[in-house]
């Protein structure tokens, strides 16, 4: 089976096509960077017609790849929620559109399980049972994966996602958007003796987070200095070092917890590679072993959400497959993880 996958929930526009037996054929994705930099932010609806533009010529291209074969996929499967409503829409509408004309299935996938699935694309996939944590501009939430398709959230965001917190507070600084790898960047010649920023939730028991507090941290840090090159790179360090230490020491307890030996890191924020040195040095502590997409597919892309939808097509009954001919379908800008049907 051959999917068509489309990723369109946020601001970037990715295109894949994910084969069952050879593997990933090809991706591509059309970034919005120099869209939303200006405005230091992604701003819905420019994100919503940046879509419309790429979608098209992105999917020609991908399909053009794999020109000396049959050009049409078995099934697509498109960005069904949460994310961007505007955004959603155009994946979503395309998706459906071409299914019909193509006279082929095509599948709503929840954007997380895109993200949550991603490892599986790299030559040492992730067995479950694991603990996933995902950590996107959007959402964080630790996740028990029983096995794939039957997830149950350990704990979430009590606000704003770290991703978003990341965004945040390079904003605040002055640095561009996306906040999280400038961030990192500014970080590198930050000193780690200056600022000391707080671990939240870290010193009472549960899974959830909250990082809205330290990017006031960080704003409150920058009024009470005189912001040089030199004050910013300082509170980039202590920023990430307090986000990513926060983030390591759940994923610690969520291994403990579920007495899993197995952990999938994913999700834009899964790019970082201070938190990657800190999982990598947790994981060795309790002999268990971390999981993380390649790089470019921590962030947004099409391959997470054909492989999404190869995996679920695949376990469906013939009789619940979706129907080719429906013209229905639905986003939904808010969906919880656990709400998905098993399979
Ligand atoms: O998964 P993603 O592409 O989109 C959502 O589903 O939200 O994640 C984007 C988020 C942004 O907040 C961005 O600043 C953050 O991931 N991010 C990073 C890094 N690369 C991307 N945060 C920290 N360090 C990075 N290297
Ligand atoms: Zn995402």
């Given at each position: 089976?051959?999917?068509?996958?489309?990723?369109?929930?946020?601001?970037?526009?990715?295109?894949?096509?994910?084969?069952?037996?050879?593997?990933?054929?090809?991706?591509?994705?059309?970034?919005?960077?120099?869209?939303?930099?200006?405005?230091?932010?992604?701003?819905?609806?420019?994100?919503?017609?940046?879509?419309?533009?790429?979608?098209?010529?992105?999917?020609?291209?991908?399909?053009?790849?794999?020109?000396?074969?049959?050009?049409?996929?078995?099934?697509?499967?498109?960005?069904?929620?949460?994310?961007?409503?505007?955004?959603?829409?155009?994946?979503?509408?395309?998706?459906?559109?071409?299914?019909?004309?193509?006279?082929?299935?095509?599948?709503?996938?929840?954007?997380?399980?895109?993200?949550?699935?991603?490892?599986?694309?790299?030559?040492?996939?992730?067995?479950?049972?694991?603990?996933?944590?995902?950590?996107?501009?959007?959402?964080?939430?630790?996740?028990?994966?029983?096995?794939?398709?039957?997830?149950?959230?350990?704990?979430?965001?009590?606000?704003?996602?770290?991703?978003?917190?990341?965004?945040?507070?390079?904003?605040?600084?002055?640095?561009?958007?996306?906040?999280g790898p400038?961030?990192?960047?500014?970080?590198?010649?930050?000193?780690?003796?200056?600022?000391?920023?707080?671990?939240?939730?870290?010193?009472?028991?549960?899974?959830?987070?909250?990082?809205?507090?330290?990017?006031?941290?960080?704003?409150?840090?920058?009024?009470?200095?005189?912001?040089?090159?030199?004050?910013?790179?300082?509170?980039?360090?202590?920023?990430?070092?307090?986000?990513?230490?926060?983030?390591?020491?759940?994923?610690?307890?969520?291994?403990?917890?579920?007495?899993?030996?197995?952990?999938?890191?994913?999700?834009g924020v899964s790019a970082n590679h201070?938190?990657?040195?800190?999982?990598?040095?947790?994981?060795?502590?309790?002999?268990?072993?971390?999981?993380?997409?390649?790089i470019?597919?921590c962030t947004?892309?099409?391959?997470?959400?054909?492989?999404?939808?190869?995996?679920?097509?695949?376990?469906?009954?013939?009789?619940?497959?979706?129907?080719?001919?429906?013209?229905?379908?639905?986003?939904?800008?808010?969906?919880?993880?656990?709400?998905?049907?098993?399979?």
């Amino acid at each position: 089976m051959r999917i068509l996958g489309i990723e369109s929930s946020c601001d970037d526009t990715g295109v894949a096509l994910y084969d069952g037996k050879l593997g990933l054929l090809v991706h591509r994705l059309a970034s919005q960077i120099n869209t939303h930099q200006k405005y230091g932010g992604v701003v819905p609806e420019l994100a919503a017609r940046d879509h419309i533009r790429s979608i098209i010529p992105l999917i020609d291209s991908v399909l053009n790849d794999v020109k000396n074969e049959d050009h049409k996929p078995d099934a697509i499967a498109y960005t069904a929620g949460p994310g961007l409503a505007g955004a959603l829409l155009v994946g979503a509408s395309v998706g459906k559109s071409l299914a019909m004309a193509w006279g082929i299935p095509s599948i709503g996938i929840h954007h997380m399980e895109g993200h949550l699935l991603a490892p599986m694309l790299e030559a040492d996939a992730p067995e479950p049972p694991f603990v996933a944590l995902l950590v996107s501009g959007g959402h964080t939430m630790l996740v028990d994966v029983e096995k794939i398709g039957r997830y149950t959230v350990l704990g979430q965001t009590l606000d704003d996602a770290a991703g978003e917190a990341f965004d945040k507070t390079a904003k605040l600084l002055g640095l561009p958007y996306p906040g999280g790898p400038a961030i990192a960047r500014a970080a590198v010649s930050g000193s780690a003796k200056r600022f000391h920023f707080p671990r939240p939730m870290t010193n009472r028991p549960g899974l959830d987070f909250s990082f809205s507090g330290l990017k006031t941290f960080a704003l409150t840090t920058a009024q009470s200095n005189h912001l040089d090159k030199q004050t910013i790179t300082d509170i980039a360090y202590a920023f990430e070092d307090a986000v990513t230490e926060t983030l390591t020491i759940k994923c610690k307890r969520a291994l403990q917890q579920t007495s899993h030996k197995r952990l999938v890191i994913a999700g834009g924020v899964s790019a970082n590679h201070r938190l990657r040195g800190k999982i990598d040095a947790l994981v060795k502590t309790l002999d268990a072993k971390v999981y993380y997409p390649r790089i470019e597919f921590c962030t947004d892309n099409g391959a997470m959400i054909a492989y999404a939808g190869h995996c679920r097509l695949k376990a469906m009954d013939a009789n619940k497959t979706p129907n080719a001919k429906s013209l229905a379908f639905n986003i939904q800008p808010r969906w919880p993880l656990d709400s998905l049907p098993p399979f």
